[in-house]
């Protein structure tokens, strides 16, 4: 928000970057693994499938619920904060990003334009006034709806309606009447034959049509131009819609228009550069003296020139400041625009109009030539092979440092992750290296200390993987409880225990996806490093030749955190009120799944910071590349529970012990938890011959 992002101004001297408009990502930026969970193709890199924008049905306590028209659960609308600019500029935003990933050069064009004239607007103080005309134009180079995203708070029914994931544009408005192939409308917005439209219907059930508009009627008359008040007949063109199926009261919605589409595509396709260079000139001129210009523009570029011949005595038409200006300020065809000149006249002379044009062109090509270059440094060589020597002279000048938890080890260590007591205490009774324990309700740790402590079993506590202004006390609380260290989701907490001196395993979520990055989470003082979820099996493979092995830690089984998001669920449909201050916690009472498509039921779960993360119905195991994983050197394997209980927590527990000590081979334990599980398991991120780059 808003308010957040002027208490981090005021924390750093950092420049600050924030958006400003378009798409909305319902997961926090680096903590979506639903495309690479899904289909190998990694949205933390830029593959986005867009899973978040399609329906899903929601299924509360075991119960499908009626949720009517809202079908979208994880779709936002659009970013538009083109009126919160100032407050913005006050809060210390510098950088103002429009988000375009695969939009149209028409977008670009149009929404940069909007943007360029409410930023000047508001450093120069004047007020952010759009016309209804404006506002219809930025939603007509594409919307899903318009909304202040979170930087006004959170709003999650505003943030979410739930109704569309697809382009709207404007509402044009309703249907009044249907006779044969002619469908009346009354008007909210203009329309004109050829712009594309609408119905709108269930799109996930097929029933939203659509088409171009092929003719535009009021009574018998034609209309050629366009309306926008009013009731019209519209006529489809052929087969593009089936008139029986639109009905009284159903909302139209213009989705096209190939005029305002032409009019954007003008101007960059236009000659004429649309921002110029500001230039000043000086002149001297003098009878039996070259003339002389010299000019400077507003980018630092200088230039100077002078005729070839000395300046006679003019015999008619002497010089004047209004022809030099009316002559050198020709530059329609370049960069550049007079901004100021100054004129030394002595006596009459006279200059040729064809001399003053050719030291004009001559001073043009000086002032593009003399523009200073940017400061570039370029690397002679390859940088990797560098900054990896680096980081291995780094890792031998710390090999004799004593690690209470990274001692060599000859045999695999496998720790588990809880998120319950009740689970904590199931664990606690088998042989496991180590518990950590993901509560939602941090209360419950103490207890979860205290369990662990009288079994002699080391406990981490985890911390939430987003941490903004104001919640440090969450840190606080945790390192209270002394537990034997504490699994850190993001920087600030690696940085908070660090300089405490608590010990840190530095979890999935900061991504660690190559050995540079492992390298610098160790430096600040994680004790081990988990791999990135992000790495299919090759990669992680690559990962482990550079990496320090002994430090890595491996999740080998786990339902995949697909999204992470600040968008609750729980609030925007279960509940009456708009955040977390008036929703009632549902996700205290409620054991939530959001189905698919293809029917799987995937667990909604929120945390102690109300942000919700969506699992992987089905669970991922990497048992089959274990084996290998162990003789590269690794030591330290992780399983994490979702909703497990009893005879399933001793199943999976045991498998994986079995397999680390080499009594059972990993396409055993993929076979048995095939069978064991009643939706499957899957190989997922680190199946064999899966490529997330294929689609570049």
Avoid at 533 to 555: C, F, G, M, S
Wanted: net charge neutral; with cysteine; proline share 5%.
């Amino acid at each position: 928000s808003i308010d957040e992002i002027r208490k981090i101004h005021a924390r750093t001297s950092m420049s600050l970057e924030a958006f400003v408009h378009g798409a909305l990502c319902v997961a926090y930026s680096g903590q979506c693994l639903t495309s690479e969970s899904l289909g190998g193709r990694s949205a933390n890199r830029g593959q986005c499938a867009q899973a978040c924008r399609l329906p899903y049905d929601l299924v509360c306590d075991g119960r499908d619920v009626d949720l009517g028209d809202i079908k979208y659960l994880l779709s936002p609308q659009d970013l538009a904060a083109y009126e919160l600019i100032p407050r913005m500029l006050e809060a210390g935003v510098r950088s103002f990003k429009i988000e375009g990933r695969l939009k149209t050069p028409e977008y670009v064009a149009n929404i940069t334009r909007h943007y360029r004239q409410t930023l000047d607007a508001a450093l120069a103080n004047r007020p952010i006034e759009f016309t209804r005309a404006e506002v219809e134009s930025m939603e007509m180079s594409f919307s899903r709806g318009f909304s202040p995203g979170w930087l006004e708070g959170c709003d999650h029914k505003q943030l979410v309606p739930g109704l569309s994931s697809a382009k709207r544009g404007v509402l044009l408005g309703e249907v009044t009447g249907v006779w044969g192939s002619r469908i009346r409308v009354r008007l909210r917005s203009s329309i004109k034959r050829g712009d594309g439209i609408v119905f709108a219907g269930n799109r996930a059930a097929g029933e939203e049509q659509g088409g171009r508009v092929f003719n535009v009627q009021r009574g018998r008359d034609r209309l050629e131009q366009a309306v926008d008040s009013g009731e019209v007949d519209l006529t489809m063109d052929r087969n593009s819609v089936e008139p029986a199926r639109i009905y009284v009261g159903q909302q139209v919605w213009k989705t096209d228009d190939p005029q305002l589409n032409a009019q954007w595509r003008r101007t960059f396709n236009t000659a004429d550069p649309v921002r110029r260079v500001p230039v000043d000139m000086h002149v001297s001129a003098a009878v039996g003296q070259p003339l002389r210009i010299a000019g400077r523009a507003s980018n630092g570029s200088l230039a100077r020139v002078d005729s070839d011949q000395p300046l006679e005595a003019a015999q008619r038409h002497p010089l004047t400041a209004e022809t030099l200006r009316k002559q050198l300020g020709r530059l329609g065809g370049t960069v550049y625009e007079l901004r100021e000149l100054t004129a030394e006249i002595d006596g009459q002379p006279m200059v040729p109009l064809s001399v003053l044009g050719q030291l004009r062109h001559a001073l043009v090509e000086q002032l593009e030539q003399s523009l200073p270059a940017p400061e570039r440094t370029i690397a002679s060589e390859s940088v990797l092979p560098t900054l990896r020597q680096q980081a291995n002279a780094w890792q031998q000048s710390r090999r004799n440092e004593a690690s209470p938890i990274n001692t060599a080890l000859n045999e695999p260590r496998l720790h588990v992750l809880c998120r319950s007591l009740p689970q904590l205490r199931e664990l606690l009774t088998l042989e496991v290296d180590s518990v950590l324990a993901d509560f939602a309700d941090i209360r419950e740790y103490r207890q979860a200390v205290e369990a662990a402590r009288a079994t002699a079993t080391p406990i981490w506590l985890a911390t939430p993987r987003i941490q903004k202004p104001d919640e440090m006390g969450i840190f606080r609380a945790l390192e209270r409880h002394e537990a034997n260290g504490i699994l850190v989701r993001n920087l600030s907490g690696l940085l908070y225990y660090g300089e405490r001196n608590v010990p840190t395993l530095a979890d999935f979520s900061l991504n660690a996806a190559n050995d540079l990055t492992v390298q610098l989470l160790l430096e600040h003082h994680a004790r081990r490093v988990t791999v990135s979820y992000d790495l299919n099996r090759d990669q992680l493979l690559e990962l482990l030749t550079y990496a320090p092995v002994d430090e890595l830690e491996i999740v080998i089984h786990q339902h995949m955190p697909m999204f992470h998001m600040e968008h609750c669920v729980f609030c925007a449909v279960l509940s009456p009120g708009t955040d977390k201050t008036n929703c009632g916690r549902p996700c205290d009472v409620h054991d939530v799944q959001l189905r698919d498509r293809i029917g799987m039921n995937h667990p909604l779960k929120a945390d102690v910071g109300c942000r919700n993360t969506l699992f992987n119905a089905v669970p991922q195991s990497s048992a089959e590349i274990v084996p290998t994983l162990v003789d590269r050197g690794v030591r330290h394997f992780r399983i994490e529970l979702l909703d497990d209980r009893g005879e399933a927590i001793h199943h999976v527990v045991e498998l994986y012990r079995s397999l680390l000590a080499g009594r059972i081979a990993g396409k055993e334990v993929w076979r048995q938890l095939r069978a064991s599980n009643r939706v499957g398991v899957t190989r997922g991120t680190l199946e064999e011959r899966r490529n997330p780059l294929a689609i570049l």
